[in-house]
C-alpha cells in the first residue's frame, strides 16, 4: 500500500493521522495519507518563509529559469511515476493522463521559464514642469509564501499551474492538493528536489478543507497570498476567511459552459469537438460544456448524432487502450450527478442516453461510474441547467435565431468558457466576442496557449492566471520614481 507524506522543509513528514485514498475506479483504497494538523500546517509555513529569508530569496531570475527547465526534464523522467500516481487517484484512461495531465506537467514548467526569462521591466519617462523629468520603473518582487489549493479533476495539471509560477517569481510555496488526490503532489515533491529545488520553497500539506489542512492554510497569519482552484461554493467561503487580512487572492472556479452550434457549421467537427468537450475527463474540466444550443434545423440531426457518440464512449479499466472515459471521483460526487438526472427526469426532461449509474464489468464493479447522459426538454430557467453538475451530461437545447444563441448562452451566473462552432467566419468573431466568458472558444475546445490569460466572469473567478497574467498574481510591485 502506497503512503503519501506531508512534504515539508525539504522532507517528508508523517503527519498525527491519516486517512483513506481511494481508486474511483475500482472503489479500493489505494494509499494511506498523512492529515496535517495546524502544527504541521504551522511547520510548512515557516519552512517557506526561512527559505525566502534564506539564499532563496536572493535568487536570480536566470538562475529560477534554469532550475524551472531542470524540473521539466525531471518531470519527463519521472512520467511514470506521475502517471501512475494520478491514475490510481483519478481512474483516468492512462493514454489521455499521459498525453494531457503528465506533459502539461512539464509543459507548465517550460513554459514559465520562457515567460519570466522574457520578461522586461515596465518604465515610463515623465515629463514634470520646468523641463526636469522623472524616470518611473515597475521592480516585480515575490509576492512571499503562498498558499496553493487544488482540486482533483486535474490534480497535477493544475497544481503545476500554480507552482511553476510561483517558484518563477521567486516565492515560496504550500500546497493543499485535494484530499480525493494526493499522489502526483507528493511525487512533485521528489522531482522538485531531484532537480535541485531548495528546502522550504516547495511544500505540501495533506487534508481536507473545513477544520483541516485546507483551513489551516488559508487562514495562517502568515500566508502572504492565496490562489485556490475549486468551486464556487468553496472559493467563497475561502474569500470570507482571507478578507480580514487582505491578501491577494486568485480564485479559479466553476462554470456552467455553453456551446452554440450554428447550422453553417462543419457537422463532423463539430460532433467529435462536442463529444470532447462534454465528456472528456467523464465531464470533470470546470470548462466542459453542460448546455448546448443548437439551431433548429439541425437540432434532430445533431442531437442523434451526439447520442450515438456518446454510446460508443468505452467506459472500462484506465490501463485498456480502448477506454476513454473513466469514473467519477467518488461515491460522493457519483450521486451528486445522480440526482443532477433524476432533476432533470422531474423538470420535466427527456432522457435521450444515459442516467444510470454504469456498470463495467467484475473488477470495477466498486468503482463510480455514470453512463454518458444527454436529455432534452430544459431551458434556462430549470435549475439543472443553471447549476454545475461537473458530471458527463450535457442539456441540448433548440434556438432559431443568432441574438435568442447569444442571449441564452450568456444567461448564466458563471461566465468560464464557452465554444462556438460555425463556418461562417464574420459570426464566429462576432459571437464569440459576445460571450460573457473568460476563454472563447471557435470551432475547438480545450486549446490552450499557455501565455494567454485564463479566469472567469461572475462566479467562475477572481482574476486572471497564464502567461504574464500569473505573474502579476505572483509578484508585488514596487515603482521607482527617480528625478532626473
Ligand atoms: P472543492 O471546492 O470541493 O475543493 C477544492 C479544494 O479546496 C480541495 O483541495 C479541498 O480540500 C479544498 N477545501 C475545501 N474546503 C476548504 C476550506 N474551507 N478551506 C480551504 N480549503 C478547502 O472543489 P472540487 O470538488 O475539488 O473540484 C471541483 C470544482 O472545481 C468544480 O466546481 C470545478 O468547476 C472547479 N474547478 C475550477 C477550475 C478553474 O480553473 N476555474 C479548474 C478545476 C476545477
Ligand atoms: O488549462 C489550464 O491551464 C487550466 N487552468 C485548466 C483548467 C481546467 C479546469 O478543470
Known amino acids: 500500500m502506497r503512503e503519501y507524506k506531508n512534504f515539508i522543509d525539504g522532507r517528508f513528514v508523517e503527519g498525527p493521522e491519516a486517512f483513506a485514498d481511494i481508486d474511483p475506479a475500482t472503489g479500493r483504497q489505494v494509499a494511506w495519507v498523512h492529515e496535517a494538523d495546524a502544527g504541521l500546517v504551522d511547520r510548512a509555513v515557516a519552512s517557506a518563509r526561512a527559505a525566502l529569508e534564506g539564499a532563496w530569496g536572493r535568487s536570480t531570475v536566470a538562475e529560477r529559469c534554469s532550475l524551472l527547465r531542470r524540473v521539466a526534464d525531471e518531470i519527463d523522467r519521472r512520467a511514470d511515476d506521475l502517471l501512475a500516481a494520478e491514475v490510481a487517484d483519478t481512474g483516468k484512461p492512462e493514454a489521455g493522463a499521459r498525453a494531457l495531465d503528465v506533459a502539461r506537467a512539464a509543459a507548465n514548467f517550460r513554459s514559465f521559464a520562457d515567460i519570466m526569462a522574457a520578461e522586461g521591466v515596465e518604465s515610463f519617462l515623465q515629463d514634470l514642469p520646468a523641463g526636469q523629468q522623472a524616470l518611473n520603473y515597475a521592480l516585480r518582487k515575490p509576492l512571499g509564501v503562498v498558499a496553493a489549493i487544488v482540486p482533483w479533476n486535474l490534480p497535477l495539471l493544475l497544481l503545476t499551474w500554480k507552482v511553476a509560477p510561483a517558484i518563477a517569481c521567486g516565492n515560496a510555496i504550500v500546497v493543499k492538493p485535494s484530499e480525493e488526490t494526493p499522489g502526483s503532489a ?153 440526482d443532477y438526472v433524476e432533476l432533470a427526469r422531474r423538470s420535466g426532461a427527456t432522457l435521450l442516453t444515459g442516467g444510470e449509474p454504469a456498470t463495467v464489468g467484475d473488477e470495477l464493479a466498486g468503482g463510480f461510474w455514470v453512463e454518458p447522459t444527454l436529455w432534452t426538454g430544459l431551458g434556462n430557467d430549470d435549475r439543472v441547467m443553471r447549476e454545475e453538475v461537473f458530471g458527463p451530461v450535457a442539456g441540448l437545447v433548440p434556438f432559431d435565431t443568432e441574438s435568442e444563441a447569444v442571449a441564452l448562452a450568456n444567461d448564466t451566473d458563471y461566465g468560464l468558457a464557452a465554444a462556438v462552432w460555425t463556418t461562417d467566419l464574420r459570426r464566429a468573431h462576432r459571437v464569440a466576442g459576445r460571450m460573457e ?48
Not at 191 to 214: E, K, M, R, W
Open 437 to 484: 466568458v473568460g476563454i472563447a472558444w471557435v470551432n475547438t475546445w480545450f486549446t490552450r496557449e499557455l501565455r494567454s490569460p485564463f479566469g472567469g466572469f461572475g462566479l467562475s473567478g477572481v482574476g486572471r492566471e497564464g502567461g504574464r497574467h500569473s505573474l502579476d498574481f505572483y509578484t508585488e510591485t514596487t515603482n521607482v520614481c527617480v528625478a532626473l
Open 186 to 338: 507528493t511525487v512533485l515533491a521528489e522531482i522538485l528536489d531531484a532537480a535541485g529545488v531548495p528546502s522550504g520553497v516547495y511544500n505540501v500539506v495533506h487534508g481536507f478543507g473545513a477544520g483541516s489542512a485546507g483551513q489551516h492554510l488559508t487562514t495562517h497569519p502568515d500566508v502572504d497570498g492565496v490562489t485556490f482552484t475549486g468551486s464556487t461554493a468553496t472559493g467563497a467561503g475561502i474569500m470570507r476567511a482571507v478578507a480580514p487580512r487582505v491578501r491577494p487572492v486568485s480564485f479559479e472556479l466553476g462554470g456552467k459552459n455553453a456551446a452554440v452550434v450554428f447550422a453553417d457549421a462543419d457537422l463532423d467537427e463539430t460532433i467529435a469537438g462536442l463529444t470532447r468537450s462534454i465528456f472528456a475527463n467523464t465531464g470533470q474540466v470546470c470548462l466542459c460544456t453542460e448546455r448546448v444550443y443548437i439551431e433548429r434545423p439541425i437540432f434532430e440531426e445533431v442531437s442523434a448524432r451526439l447520442v450515438d457518440a456518446a454510446q460508443k464512449l468505452r467506459l472500462g479499466a484506465p490501463a485498456d487502450p480502448a477506454t476513454t472515459t473513466g469514473p467519477v471521483i467518488s461515491h460522493g460526487h457519483q450521486q451528486k450527478v445522480l
